[in-house]
C-alpha cells in the first residue's frame, strides 16, 4: 500500500512525469530558495528529495517578493530528450490585479544543467507544457481579471509554442471557463483513446478544493465536463484525513497503471487549520469503458491508503533526525545570501535583517513534517546590543511566527526573549519576564504537540528549562490570518543584527524528531 500523504510538509502543486523506470514530483516553493523541489521515487511508494531545479540566482531572483509570491505551480515534462518545466514568479498576489511572469526551462537531466530562464508571457499564473503526437506544442495556463464585476479567474488559455524561436506563436485561444466549481487554475493536458483531456484545478486552494476533467476530441474544444465532476474533492466530508484535496497531475505505469498526485492538507486535531502546509498524496485512478477516468476504490474521495502499482519495491534511506547543513533539505527565504554560511557540521549566520523582512534575512530553515516533534539546536552567540538577536524560530512567514531568541538586555545582560508575530501583530510572551542567562552557549529546543508549541532551554544540552508559556502552533498555518498563505510551517535557525554590524552566531547542528 501507499501511505499518503507521499511527500509531508510544505509541498503543494505536484506535477509529475515519468522517464523510463523513473518518477518525478515537481512542487510548488514560493519565496524559499532554492526554487522547485524535485523528488523521485522508482515505485510510486517510496520517495526521496533530488534537489531543486532553480538552484542559482541566474535561474530564480526572489528578492521583495511577499510572503507567498515567488514560485507557483511548476509544470514538468520530459519530451524529445529533453525536460521541460514551466512555473510562474508571482511579484504580487494581494492586490486586485496580479504580477504574474511565466517562465520556461529545459534540461537533458532533471538534475540540471538547467538553461537560462526565456519569458514566455504574464497574464496568469499555472503555466504548463503539452507536447502532442505531431511535434507540436502548446502552452496553457489560467488568465487572471482583474475587472470589477467580472470573474477572476477568466478561464484556461492555449497558444502554441516555438521551442526553436522560445516564443509563443499567434493568439492565445480561451478553451475552458471551468465548471459551476469556478476559480479554475492549474490545467494540465493529455491525450488519450483520441481525446483531449484537460485536468484543472476549481475550488480555490482551501476547503473547497476540486480536481476537475473535461475533454474534447479536438485541441481547442469544445470541452465537456466529466459526468460525475469534480472527481476528487475533500469538500463534502471534514471529517477525511486528507482535506483540501486538489490540484493534481497524471502518470501512466508502465504496465498501464494510472495514478494521480494531489494537493491535500491535514488539520491539527479539533481544529480547522493545517499548519503543516499543503502537502502531497496520490491516488489510483482508472480508465473506464466511457473513456471517463475514475477513482479506483470508487467515488471522488481521497483516501489515505491506496493500493501500490505493480512495480519493483525501491527504498531509500530514512532520513537522519540531523541533517548536515549542506543538504538540501533546507531553504532560506527570498534567495541564497552571503550571510548564510553552511558547512556540513557547521553553520554561520551574520546577522541581517527582522524575520518581517521581504529582503535579506540571515536564516536557514528545514520543512515541518509532522504535528508532534521535537526540534534541538545549539546556539554560539555574543550579543552587544537589544538589536542583536540569534535563535530558533517555528516559522511559516513574514506575518507568522514564534521565534526564541537570544539577546542583550542593558540590566539583565544576556537573556532569552520570545518575539511571536500572529497575523503581523506583534506581541513578547515573556514581556518584562525576560530570562537571564550566563553564557552565550545554549540549547534551544520546540516542541510541538498537535496545536501546542513551547520552548525550552538548557546550559548543559540534558536540564532543559520551560522558555515562557505554552503558544499556538496553529497560528502558523494558510487558514489563519488576513493574508493571503500558501506554505507551511517551518523549523529555523536565524540571526539578526539591525544596528548593521553583522555579528555572527553559530550553530553546531538542528535536530528533527518525530
Same mark, same amino acid.
Given at each position: ?233 475533500? /469538500?463534502?466530508? &471534514?471529517?477525511?484525513?486528507? =482535506?483540501? #484535496? $486538489?490540484? !493534481?497531475?497524471?502518470?501512466? %505505469? ?125 546556539? /554560539?552567540?555574543? &550579543?552587544?546590543?537589544?538589536? =542583536?538577536? #540569534? $535563535?530558533? !524560530?517555528?516559522?511559516?512567514? %513574514? ?116
Amino acid at each position: 500500500m501507499i501511505k499518503n500523504p507521499i511527500l509531508p510538509g510544505f509541498n503543494p502543486d505536484p506535477s509529475i512525469c515519468r522517464v523510463g523506470e523513473d518518477y518525478y514530483i515537481a512542487t510548488s516553493t514560493f519565496e524559499w530558495f532554492p526554487g522547485v523541489q524535485i523528488h523521485h521515487s522508482r515505485d510510486l511508494v517510496n520517495w526521496r528529495l533530488l534537489g531543486h531545479a532553480l538552484n542559482e540566482t541566474r535561474l530564480l531572483d526572489l528578492k521583495g517578493v511577499p510572503s507567498s509570491g515567488g514560485v507557483w505551480a511548476p509544470a514538468l515534462t520530459h519530451c524529445d530528450g529533453l525536460f521541460y518545466l514551466c512555473y510562474t514568479v508571482v511579484h504580487q498576489h494581494e492586490a486586485a490585479t496580479k504580477d504574474t511572469p511565466n517562465y520556461l526551462i529545459t534540461a537533458p537531466s532533471v538534475e540540471g544543467p538547467w538553461s537560462d530562464p526565456v519569458f514566455v508571457n504574464s497574464s496568469g499564473f499555472d503555466p504548463s507544457l503539452f507536447h502532442d503526437e505531431d511535434g507540436r506544442k502548446y502552452w496553457l495556463n489560467m488568465v487572471w481579471d482583474h475587472r470589477p464585476e467580472k470573474h477572476p479567474f477568466y478561464g484556461i488559455v492555449l497558444q502554441e509554442y516555438d521551442p526553436q524561436a522560445k516564443n509563443l506563436v499567434g493568439k492565445p485561444e480561451l478553451i475552458f471557463k471551468g465548471s459551476s466549481i469556478q476559480l479554475t487554475e492549474g490545467p494540465h493536458l493529455y491525450k488519450r483513446n483520441g481525446y483531449y483531456y484537460l485536468l484543472t484545478a476549481e475550488g480555490g486552494t482551501e476547503y473547497e478544493h476540486a480536481v476537475t476533467l473535461a475533454r474534447s476530441r479536438e485541441l481547442r474544444g469544445s470541452y465537456e465536463v466529466h459526468p460525475e465532476n469534480p472527481i476528487l474533492t475533500s /469538500s463534502r466530508d &471534514p471529517d477525511l484525513a486528507l =482535506q483540501k #484535496a $486538489g490540484h !493534481a497531475s497524471l502518470v501512466e %505505469t508502465p504496465s498501464g497503471e494510472w495514478y494521480m498526485p494531489h494537493l491535500c492538507g491535514r488539520t491539527i486535531p479539533g481544529t480547522r487549520r493545517c499548519n503543516l502546509g499543503r502537502e502531497t498524496a496520490i491516488q489510483k485512478v482508472e480508465w473506464r469503458e466511457d473513456d471517463w477516468l475514475y477513482l479506483s476504490c470508487g467515488g471522488n474521495e481521497p483516501q489515505a491508503e491506496v493500493p501500490a502499482p505493480d512495480l519493483e519495491p525501491h527504498s531509500f534511506p530514512e532520513l537522519p533526525s540531523r541533517l548536515p547543513f549542506d543538504s538540501p533539505h533546507y531553504a532560506t527565504p527570498r534567495g541564497p545570501s552571503s550571510s548564510v554560511v553552511r558547512k556540513p557540521n557547521r553553520l554561520t549566520l551574520e546577522g541581517k535583517e527582522s524575520l518581517e523582512s521581504n529582503f535579506e534575512q540571515a536564516m536557514l530553515a528545514r520543512r515541518l513534517t509532522s504535528q508532534r516533534s521535537t526540534v534541538t539546536t545549539r546556539l /554560539s552567540f555574543e &550579543p552587544e546590543s537589544f538589536q =542583536q538577536m #540569534a $535563535g530558533l !524560530a517555528a516559522y511559516y512567514n %513574514t506575518y507568522l511566527f514564534h521565534y526564541l531568541y537570544l539577546s542583550m538586555d542593558e540590566d539583565k545582560g544576556l537573556c532569552l526573549q520570545i518575539h511571536s508575530c500572529d497575523d503581523g501583530v506583534s506581541s513578547f510572551p515573556l514581556g518584562s519576564g525576560i530570562i537571564a542567562v550566563s553564557t552565550g552557549e545554549l540549547f534551544l529546543r520546540a516542541t510541538f504537540e498537535d496545536k501546542d508549541l513551547q520552548f525550552h532551554f538548557s546550559e548543559d544540552g540534558e536540564n532543559f528549562r520551560e522558555a515562557g508559556p505554552v503558544l499556538d502552533a496553529s497560528i502558523l498555518s494558510d487558514d489563519h490570518g488576513e493574508h493571503w498563505g500558501f506554505t507551511g510551517s517551518f523549523v529555523a535557525l536565524a540571526c539578526q543584527d539591525l544596528t548593521g554590524s553583522s555579528l555572527q552566531a553559530n550553530f553546531d547542528f538542528l535536530e528533527l524528531s518525530s
